[in-house]
């Protein structure tokens, strides 16, 4: 049971109880109904047989001419009524019947005993025989099938288990639907927390009406992620704080060494330390922007700078100004946009996606490589795809490959100028425009970046 579902082994449990204590109860009423009955038609034949033997003690004292069969024939008239009699003197000899080819206990063995016996008949039948004796010696042995009641007690059993079967069915049922009422909450409970992410911690989960332990529960998660939701957004404040107070002496860092490293007094001793510096600080500078603009992402993006944008043409513009990037690592650069492809956005940040993307298949492909931008699309998306023809990625490393600061190779994305977060911004742009991004990568062959944006239907 380990692995299914809540409701699954609720009703599993549940059904295994009502079928073991049907099972329990039908066994008990065997055993009591078979019981009862059969002790019931048990002492019938006992009374039967001190009957009998009253009226053989009534023949011995007061003759009436007849024969003790005559009498007891007279008397009880046994054949009709499938009774079974059986008596003997005290020597054994049969006196009823006279004849023992109709005696149909004759030669059962049955011990001389005063109780009840039960006895199966070379027929099968099984039947309970009831035994006493006279003063005289005689023994009297009355019996009757216990067929019929095994047969009365086999109706009501069946009768049992239909009604059994029945109630077992409805209460199953009953159960289906009770649980999925109860566990309903819960379910609409766990698709409202799914769709709660980072960016939407703002949200809350339905409280149920009825005032149960469910409605509890979902007041406690709702109260854990107002304090997530203070948490991150503590930090995301933070984040954006720090990267706009580093952001402005950086660029204050960056222009006087910059000035420095152009004035032609600086000693030529100064001057690869000086230019070492620069290009840290340069780095740090792209890095603290790139963290400025994820933190903004994060922060949620407005919606009010949005338009309606062609991302063929945001591409094609975008790829002629890497061109020149391109050239000077001698890579082919070509741009196919075959049609307009419409989306709401925000121009800027579309344009970002295909810088960075432009931007690491430059850097991760030899010279003499190949780059293919390409805009189509179909019913639902505007696809962007950025393919090269360079080193490819690891199989294990596409997985992390849009997480904040991951690089395949650290030092070679460093030595490129490279932060390990590009592709993360990507990521963070295209789930603000409602969008995804996907990658197909061979190791030494070349990877595919493709970029899904929901399409709109045109300029407005
Ligand atoms: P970086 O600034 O290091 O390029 P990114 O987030 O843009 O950071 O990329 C993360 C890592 O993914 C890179 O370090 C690189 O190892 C790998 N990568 C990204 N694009 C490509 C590509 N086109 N070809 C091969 N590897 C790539």
């Given at each position: 049971m380990k692995g299914k579902s809540l409701k699954f082994r609720l009703l599993i449990w549940y059904g295994a109880w009502l079928v073991g204590g049907l099972v329990f109860l039908g066994v008990v009423l065997y055993a009591g109904l078979s019981e009862s009955l059969i002790r019931a038609l048990s002492s019938t034949q006992q009374q039967r047989a001190a009957r009998i033997a009253e009226t053989i003690w009534a023949w011995h004292q007061f003759p009436t001419g007849r024969t003790l069969s005559e009498e007891i024939d007279l008397r009880f008239a046994p054949r009709s009524k499938e009774w079974l009699f059986r008596i003997t003197d005290k020597d054994g000899t049969l006196i009823y019947p006279t004849r023992p080819a109709s005696?149909?206990?004759?030669?059962?063995?049955?011990?001389?005993?005063?109780g009840v016996q039960k006895v199966r008949l070379s027929d099968g039948t099984r039947v309970v025989i009831g035994m006493v004796s006279t003063e005289q010696g005689e023994w009297i042995q009355a019996g009757e099938s216990l067929e019929p009641v095994y047969s009365r007690i086999h109706e009501s059993m069946a009768l049992f288990l239909g009604v059994a079967c029945i109630f077992a069915l409805m209460a199953m049922l009953g159960a289906c639907l009770l649980v999925r009422r109860t566990l309903a909450p819960v379910e609409a409970i766990a698709a409202a927390a799914a769709r709660i992410t980072s960016q939407s911690l703002s949200e809350r989960l339905p409280v149920p009406r009825q005032r149960d332990e469910i409605a509890h529960l979902t007041e406690t998660l709702n109260q854990m992620i107002s304090r997530l939701d203070e948490a991150f957004q503590l930090n995301q404040r933070f984040e954006v704080d720090a990267s706009h107070e580093l952001r402005t002496p950086l660029t204050i860092l960056k222009g006087e060494l910059e000035q420095v490293l152009r004035d032609s007094r600086l000693e030529p001793w100064l001057q690869p330390s000086l230019g070492l510096l620069f290009e840290e600080v340069q780095r740090l500078s792209h890095l603290v922007e790139s963290l400025l603009t994820l933190s903004r992402l994060d922060f949620g993006q407005t919606q009010e700078e949005w338009e309606t944008v062609d991302l063929s043409e945001v591409a094609a513009v975008t790829a002629e100004q890497m061109e020149l990037l391109a050239e000077d690592k001698e890579i082919t650069m070509t741009c196919q946009t075959p049609g307009r492809a419409w989306v709401s956005g925000d121009r800027a940040r579309l344009k970002q996606i295909v810088v960075n993307l432009c931007d690491n298949a430059i850097k991760y492909t030899n010279s003499g490589g190949r780059i293919t931008i390409s805009v189509r699309s179909n019913s639902e998306n505007a696809i962007l795809e950025v393919q090269d023809t360079g080193m490819g990625i690891p199989h294990e490393a596409v997985p992390h490959l849009f997480e904040r600061f991951f690089r395949v190779d650290r030092a070679r994305s460093r030595e490129l100028g490279g932060v390990g977060i590009g592709l993360s911004i990507v990521k963070a742009i295209c789930q603000a425009h409602r969008g995804h991004v996907e990658v197909e990568s061979r190791l030494g062959f070349g990877s595919t970046f493709r970029v899904f944006l929901p399409r709109t239907s045109g300029q407005t």
């Amino acid at each position: 049971m380990k692995g299914k579902s809540l409701k699954f082994r609720l009703l599993i449990w549940y059904g295994a109880w009502l079928v073991g204590g049907l099972v329990f109860l039908g066994v008990v009423l065997y055993a009591g109904l078979s019981e009862s009955l059969i002790r019931a038609l048990s002492s019938t034949q006992q009374q039967r047989a001190a009957r009998i033997a009253e009226t053989i003690w009534a023949w011995h004292q007061f003759p009436t001419g007849r024969t003790l069969s005559e009498e007891i024939d007279l008397r009880f008239a046994p054949r009709s009524k499938e009774w079974l009699f059986r008596i003997t003197d005290k020597d054994g000899t049969l006196i009823y019947p006279t004849r023992p080819a109709s005696d149909p206990l004759n030669g059962f063995g049955i011990a001389l005993q005063t109780g009840v016996q039960k006895v199966r008949l070379s027929d099968g039948t099984r039947v309970v025989i009831g035994m006493v004796s006279t003063e005289q010696g005689e023994w009297i042995q009355a019996g009757e099938s216990l067929e019929p009641v095994y047969s009365r007690i086999h109706e009501s059993m069946a009768l049992f288990l239909g009604v059994a079967c029945i109630f077992a069915l409805m209460a199953m049922l009953g159960a289906c639907l009770l649980v999925r009422r109860t566990l309903a909450p819960v379910e609409a409970i766990a698709a409202a927390a799914a769709r709660i992410t980072s960016q939407s911690l703002s949200e809350r989960l339905p409280v149920p009406r009825q005032r149960d332990e469910i409605a509890h529960l979902t007041e406690t998660l709702n109260q854990m992620i107002s304090r997530l939701d203070e948490a991150f957004q503590l930090n995301q404040r933070f984040e954006v704080d720090a990267s706009h107070e580093l952001r402005t002496p950086l660029t204050i860092l960056k222009g006087e060494l910059e000035q420095v490293l152009r004035d032609s007094r600086l000693e030529p001793w100064l001057q690869p330390s000086l230019g070492l510096l620069f290009e840290e600080v340069q780095r740090l500078s792209h890095l603290v922007e790139s963290l400025l603009t994820l933190s903004r992402l994060d922060f949620g993006q407005t919606q009010e700078e949005w338009e309606t944008v062609d991302l063929s043409e945001v591409a094609a513009v975008t790829a002629e100004q890497m061109e020149l990037l391109a050239e000077d690592k001698e890579i082919t650069m070509t741009c196919q946009t075959p049609g307009r492809a419409w989306v709401s956005g925000d121009r800027a940040r579309l344009k970002q996606i295909v810088v960075n993307l432009c931007d690491n298949a430059i850097k991760y492909t030899n010279s003499g490589g190949r780059i293919t931008i390409s805009v189509r699309s179909n019913s639902e998306n505007a696809i962007l795809e950025v393919q090269d023809t360079g080193m490819g990625i690891p199989h294990e490393a596409v997985p992390h490959l849009f997480e904040r600061f991951f690089r395949v190779d650290r030092a070679r994305s460093r030595e490129l100028g490279g932060v390990g977060i590009g592709l993360s911004i990507v990521k963070a742009i295209c789930q603000a425009h409602r969008g995804h991004v996907e990658v197909e990568s061979r190791l030494g062959f070349g990877s595919t970046f493709r970029v899904f944006l929901p399409r709109t239907s045109g300029q407005t």
